[in-house]
């Protein structure tokens, strides 16, 4: 139950209007790609009904997932996108 209680997949709704930005592998065996979709896709459709789309981002990076190191390129969107949501 605290789990449950807890979980991001269940937070959905309370995220907007927060600015939100993910990143994940293109092929996560870990979480598995099924799970990462199962939060992703509801998170951008509570923020695109809300008119907000542009607070939420998505971004795949060129590694499997946890199994890769993440690579420095990684960090080139996260700047640009904190300064466009007025946060740096």
């Known amino acids: 139950p605290i789990v ?3 979980s991001l997949y269940n937070q959905v709704d309370g995220f907007p209007p927060r600015p939100v930005m993910i990143q994940t592998g293109y092929a996560d065996e870990r979480v598995g790609q099924d799970r990462l979709e199962a939060l992703i896709d509801p998170m951008a459709r509570a923020y695109a009904s809300r008119g907000i789309g542009d607070r939420f981002f998505h971004e795949k990076m060129d590694i499997p997932g946890h ?3 993440v690579p420095d390129s990684a ?8 300064q466009e949501q007025g946060l740096l």
């Open 67 to 69: 199994s890769g190191r």
């Open 75 to 82: 960090l080139d969107s996260v700047v640009p996108w904190l």
């Open 4 to 6: 449950m209680r807890h």
